[in-house]
């Protein structure tokens, strides 16, 4: 896997800048919360220490009742009023957690959204993304962003805390100036080793991650297939379940093998710690036990200051390692970043599609060439085309001969590699974009159908118009299934969402598919391939039926199969990404040794009627 860049302090610090205003804007509640939390969580831990000093002293000097009472109501009152307060503001903080996520998994899909339709079939982006969603849920990101944030506020909390209650330790006269010495020196060889381990452990679990990234994804893809239901049948008629449930858990166990093995190296790493850190606390006690036999140092400064020593080392291992972290963590974050920061380079147009009360419209593909990004071979090639609207337009050809690409660049979905599409005789670029998407209704043949109502999967809404929808389903062909189902336009397709979701074929959803590209009813309705899932016959009834519905509006029948063609004004077809024959059904049947008249001699056998068709099966 190719090395990362190491970055330089002045980037990490934009980085980490960039990142904590991003949580602040994505839920400031949260973020002040999590800041309050870390600073009275590490406040609290004092109260105790200093007023138990306090009254451990009072007591071994036989001070009055009233004031060993008064620091008792001290310790008690103060260490309450700071704990309700810090629990009011944790159930907050918990409660604005939920909301963190959500605007955070929003930022994803607002981002998707947004991106150009290019970006989202490039195989590099689409890993980016994963990788990126796949560290936020192994604990970076985000999710280790705000814990840094108050680890920062709570290591530093602790640190000042520590330090005004042990400074005057170090000017105890009884002990030693070596012993002083020996005391710091200790505390630097536990952090210095700490700042060293930390390192290596973080430099680990970089590269365990980064190794691990493809089994990731790859245990991700094998959890899908098992709990998609909708694979259930091609994994039962073919007997993959062995194979599947099998290389899921060899995924599994060589993640799982690595990870112990990661685990061994870190544990060898923070033994010293651990060593070092009773070995300080030993030499405090000791020091400290000497100073009270000579009188020098009160019986409740002992508690006073272990605690407070042993808390500032950890403090000052924990601000160390916390910082190695939100370093390593930023390479992370610069990677989240990277996806966010990808530019919709599409020429963004802002001319309004002129509304022509004549119906006078024009597109032209002039001289139009288009490869896909990041390879070399045209799937178009110097396409010329020009039709009006209101045209019905039939493009055909074979698989892989360029029929898509052509809808997709007509779409704006992309942009020409060479040349022009025209509307008007205006560059459609030129055209304010979601304006000129507006005028589209389209069918791909790879269309979605989402878990929502009927209705809401006609209207594309969450609000619609149930009556008008109904009338397109019916249209569509899809009412009598329609009238089957006891809530209508109301009721849910699939079962992801309510367990009365209906079950549907493939069929009856492009019927559903059809009735919402006529409930857009856009200027233009393109169908490509949207009847795949019907046979020659059933296709030929509904092309018939749609071909009425679409009125006086342009229709683009994009197929292989020419069932469409009869009803169409002009015929384009396409052979490897060219135009090499435009003209009308008969004109183009009639040459004989064109294109068309091959293609639709191959499947005439298929467009004979019903009647002649049962005439020849009685025969």
Not at 191 to 206: F, P
Not at 500 to 525: C, M, N, T
Request: glycine share 6%; net charge neutral; charged share 25%.
């Amino acid at each position: 896997m190719k090395k990362e860049e190491k970055m330089k302090w002045g980037e990490h610090s934009a980085i980490f800048r960039r990142a904590v205003k991003m949580l602040f804007r994505l839920d400031r509640a949260f973020a002040l919360c999590t800041i309050f939390n870390a600073f009275f969580g590490s406040v609290i831990q004092y109260v105790p220490i200093y007023f138990s000093a306090k009254l451990i002293d009072a007591i071994w000097t036989g001070a009055a009742k009233r004031e060993i009472f008064f620091y008792i109501a001290l310790t008690v009152g103060l260490t309450f009023l700071l704990n309700l307060l810090l629990t009011l503001c944790r159930v907050v903080e918990n409660i604005k957690i939920a909301n963190l996520y959500r605007e955070w998994e929003w930022m994803y899909s607002k981002k998707e959204m947004e991106m150009e339709y290019s970006c989202i079939e490039r195989r590099e982006i689409v890993l980016l993304l994963e990788r990126s969603r796949m560290e936020s849920q192994t604990g970076y990101n985000l999710y280790y962003l705000y814990t840094s944030v108050r680890m920062l506020v709570q290591y530093i909390t602790v640190i000042a805390a520590s330090i005004s209650l042990t400074a005057s330790f170090f000017g105890v006269k009884a002990v030693p100036g070596s012993m002083k010495l020996a005391l710091v020196a200790g505390l630097l060889a536990t952090v210095l080793y700490g700042i060293y381990s930390t390192a290596k452990e973080e430099a680990i679990n970089q590269e365990f991650w980064k190794q691990c990234v493809n089994l990731n994804i790859l245990a991700e893809k094998y959890g899908i297939c098992i709990s998609d239901y909708s694979m259930g049948m091609d994994i039962r008629l073919y007997g993959m379940d062995e194979k599947i449930a099998g290389e899921s858990l060899k995924t599994d166990m060589e993640f799982y093998g690595d990870y112990i093995k990661k685990d061994r190296k870190r544990l060898f790493l923070s033994l010293p710690s651990v060593v070092l850190s009773h070995l300080l606390r030993f030499g405090v006690y000791m020091i400290l036990i000497m100073a009270v036999m000579k009188g020098t140092v009160s019986v409740g400064s002992i508690a006073k200051y272990v605690a407070c020593i042993m808390l500032l080392l950890d403090a000052v291992s924990g601000l160390v390692s916390t910082f190695q972290r939100v370093f390593a963590n930023n390479y992370y974050l610069k990677r989240f970043f990277s996806y966010f920061d990808i530019k919709n380079s599409m020429y963004q147009g802002s001319l309004t599609v002129e509304k022509r009360l004549d119906n006078e419209y024009y597109v032209e593909f002039k001289d139009v060439s288009f490869r896909y990004p990041d390879t070399q071979e045209y799937a178009l090639n110097h396409v010329n085309v020009k039709f009006k609207v209101g045209e019905k337009l039939a493009v055909v050809g074979m698989n892989g001969s360029g029929k898509t690409t052509f809808i997709k660049l007509l779409c704006r979905l992309y942009d020409p590699t060479e040349g022009e599409i025209l509307l008007n005789g205006v560059d459609i670029r030129k055209y304010d974009y979601d304006e000129y998407m507006s005028i589209f209704s389209v069918v791909f043949q790879d269309f979605t159908l989402f878990s929502f109502t009927v209705g809401q999967n006609v209207a594309a809404a969450k609000e619609y118009d149930r009556e008008r929808a109904r009338k397109v389903l019916e249209r569509a062909g899809f009412g009598e299934r329609l009238a089957t189902m006891s809530a209508g336009t109301d009721t849910y397709l699939y079962k992801d969402y309510s367990e009365q979701g209906v079950e549907i074929s493939g069929g009856e959803a492009q019927k559903i598919a059809l009735a919402r590209a006529l409930y857009k009813d856009a200027p233009f309705i393109v169908l490509d391939e949207p009847t795949a899932a019907l046979d020659p016959v059933s296709e030929y009834e509904v092309y018939s039926k749609f071909n009425e519905l679409s009125g006086e509006r342009t229709a683009i029948y994009i197929s292989h199969r020419l069932a469409s063609c009869r009803f169409c004004d002009n015929i384009v077809v396409f052979d490897a990404g060219r135009i090499v024959q435009y003209g009308t059904h008969k004109a183009l049947l009639e040459e004989e040794g064109g294109k068309y008249h091959e293609l639709w001699n191959a499947q005439a056998q298929y467009y004979v009627s019903g009647k002649e068709e049962r005439a020849q099966s009685a025969q």
